[in-house]
């Protein structure tokens, strides 16, 4: 089949106020192509494609679908030319079952075509292998089967072009194998695909083209067989930046002196899902000052279940959680936060960010009681700014004050307020659950390299992780988790990915080892 | 820079709001051409009703103060998404509170009877505020629900104090008989009459703004309002918060109510909350519950309640005109909102 271009954009400019989002771009859609759209978080790859998509419009430049000039205004005008997209934060309504999600929309009149819709959707993912139980309700799956639900619902449409931003930035190697896969073979199919990531191992495995954006402009454009991963990181990063921790391989065997105090202890401690089974089953842990506990796992296995109890956000069914000796399971989240435990949630949008409230409220939030930031009843507003800037600083948070609304932000801007929130202090433990996600190279470094600060602190951390190579550069040891139970802990120097991924799928650990 | 940011977003604010008002007095002047009156006559009867003259200025504060304090008693829970229409209700009952203190301790000197009073009438108001709060935090029962169905409880209420041993026998409508003068609010000027009341009214949104936006608790009511799963994740206790924040502004309806008794009816009147609630959401609302907001819209919506009065009296424009112009006003400014955030 003759490669037809499907969509051309031309001159594309948009403004966000003072910023120049996007400089004038050129971008271009073949049919059977996997086009990947490559650059640093605020680099305005999203914002591109949120205007083929109609959810922007564009100040300048022009769309063309296959050679005319079209104007999109709305996502509906955006479906009806066949294009589709799937966001990074997925729109789905949680409430409802997988399949009544995927109807959403489809209805002709007051009727919907439920059974055929049904065959058909069946048969998509069967065919791209993308597996999902139609009758589960959404707020019921975890996060790579709801992407899966997402990634069902555009293609029911039967769309020409299918827009991904950041598909595997929540999936597990295994899961994001199986989506790579699937994309492949859509695009064996006719579709035009854009891949939109910062991942550039990803784009080597799978795209045709390349387009680099960084600052809101096109920084290269390269066939894939031209390009190596080197060249790609040197584009994004427009020739800046230290070589990232991870590009460094597995944390060296520990030293002796690396063996602190006992910090977080738990024992024998269950956790409900609120559905009645347990989430997480009898698990005993325990994690030293000074150290990294990496917990690996599928996700849905019980990791979130343990991150809340901890933060007794949510209650253990039974047994003991103890930081320094002291009991946590009888005290309040408030009480958790004052002992000087730092928590970065999985669900940013979720359980996160304040989106009507100031990015320095943000930055605060957990914290507004601490003497630090208020006497015994009005906020030091003076001393919060001043925090907040500093997070900025640090996090290189892209605003123009930190009295600018958090809502406003990008994912991976509201990512980077989380970790300036856990990070305001020097923490005493630190939970943290996925959290670079979605961040870019040089972002998901400095946020390793404070963890790893945090624990030269004497901080015992827990880094809960879908990201295998991050777990493996930065823990001391690596727990994995499967269905709620440890299925073994891994030392620091005997890291085996295949070891590790056989325990994430079930296996125990075998007894001999170590 | 960030402060020419700020001005600009107030600006653009400020702007949608004018729109609105401007939309809102044109689709006014449009209906009474079509009734057939003078438009002109209107617009000027619409301002000088409000500040035409000493006396006007005295309607004005009488009808602004208790607006004033009910939309403040809806704006406080609006902060987390609470709905406390319920602020009828425990006006009345501070209502209640106030005639009850007056004639049960009625020799106390006015020194000690008046704070005694506004003290009475905002803790009856938080009582009735608290059989929602209670059920909000031990079962999650809506709170609009649960305050409606105590409005419907405290008008019988006043019904049965209005008629009990306190009664007025000779008025042919259930009230009571006045209550002793040392419980009547200190009147600051004549002409235009203003009492305490006002000063009380105007403090009471600065105090609340302060509250809000400037200390923990309202940080953490804010937070609450904004994400209540993220708040409560990182520690706020917005179980107990939001039906905090139900009892706050019982107290503050509650005040309004025993202010109404004391400053101008000076007895429990059946009858007496008016049409205040349902004013008093439409200003919270436009104001998005902020407090200083409050201020500026109560004062609007006071100035258009006593102009369509006028314009009825005056010149026999019906006051369903005046339901119309204030549902439109609420509706353009809600869609002016709109349009600004699509702007974008």
Known sequence: MPAEELVRMTGIAKRFGDVLALDHVDFGITGGKVHALLGENGAGKTTLMNVLYGLYRADEGRVEIKGKEMAIRTPRDALRHRIAMVHQHFRLVSNFTSFENILLGTGRGLKFEARAQREKVESIAREYGLSVDLDAKVKALP??????????????????????????????????????????????????????????????????????????????????????????????????????????????????????????????????????????????????????????????????????????????????????????TRLNTKQVISMGVGYIPEDRMGDGILPSMTIAENIVLGREHSPSFSDRFALNRKAMGAAALRGVEDYNIKTTSVEAHAGVLSGGNVQKILIARAFLTQCKFLVAHNPTRGLDIAATDHVLRSLVKQKEGGAGVLLISEDLDELMAVSDRICVLFKGQVMGVVEAGSYDKYEIGAMMAGKKKEASAS | MNKDKKGDKLAAQVATYLIGVAAALAAAGVMLGLLGKNVAEGYSLLLTASFGSATNLSLFTIKFVPLLLMSLAFAIPLTLKKYNVGNEGQFLLGAVGAVTVAFMLSSLPALAAIPLLLIASAAFGAFWALFPALMLYKFRVNEIVSTILMNFISFYLVLYVATGPWRDPFAGHPETQAIPSAFDLPVLLTNPA???????????????????????????????????????????????????????????????????????????????????????????????????????????????????????????????LVYVIEALLLLFILMANVFERRRR
Request: hydrophobic share 50%; glycine share 12%.
């Open chain 1, 143 to 328: 996060v790579g089967a709801q992407q899966r639900v997402e990634i069902l619902k555009v293609l029911a449409r039967d769309p020409l072009v299918l827009i991904l931003d950041e598909p595997t930035s929540s999936l597990t190697p295994q899961e994001a194998d199986v989506l790579l896969g699937a994309i492949k073979k859509l695009a064996m199919n006719g579709l035009g695909v854009v891949f939109i990531t910062h991942k550039v191992r990803e784009v080597m495995s799978i795209a045709d083209e390349i387009t680099v954006l960084n600052g809101g402009r096109v920084a290269g454009r390269l066939q894939v067989s031209e390009s190596g991963e080197k060249r790609l990181v040197e584009l994004m990063m427009g020739g800046r930046g230290a070589p990232p921790l991870l590009q460094a391989g597995p944390t060296p065997a520990r030293t002796s002196a690396a063996q602190g105090e006992p910090a977080l202890v738990l024992t024998s401690v269950s956790v409900g899902s609120g559905k009645g089974a347990s989430a997480v089953e009898e698990v005993d842990l325990a994690v030293r000052h000074g150290e990294i506990l990496g917990v690996a796992g599928v996700s849905g296995n019980g990791q979130r279940e343990l991150a809340e109890a901890i933060m007794c956000v949510r209650r253990a069914g039974s047994g003991s959680i103890k930081l320094d000796g002291i009991e946590l």
């Open chain 2, 194 to 320: 203003i009492n305490l009341g006002l000063v009380i009214a105007v403090l009471a949104p600065l105090a609340s703004y302060y509250y809000i936006f400037r200390s923990v608790q309202g940080f953490e009511l804010r937070a609450s309002g904004a994400n209540e799963r993220a708040a409560l994740v990182f520690g706020v206790n917005s179980n107990l918060l939001a039906p905090m924040s139900l009892v706050i502004g019982g107290a503050i309806a509650g005040l309004a109510g025993g202010m109404e008794v004391a400053g101008l009816q000076l007895r429990l009147v059946d009858g007496m909350q008016s049409n205040y609630a349902a004013l008093s959401i439409i200003i919270a609302l436009i104001a998005y519950g902020n407090p200083l907001g409050v201020i500026v819209s109560a004062i609007f919506i006071t100035v258009i309640e006593l102009g369509g009065s006028a314009m009825n009296a005056v010149m026999g424009v019906p006051v369903e």
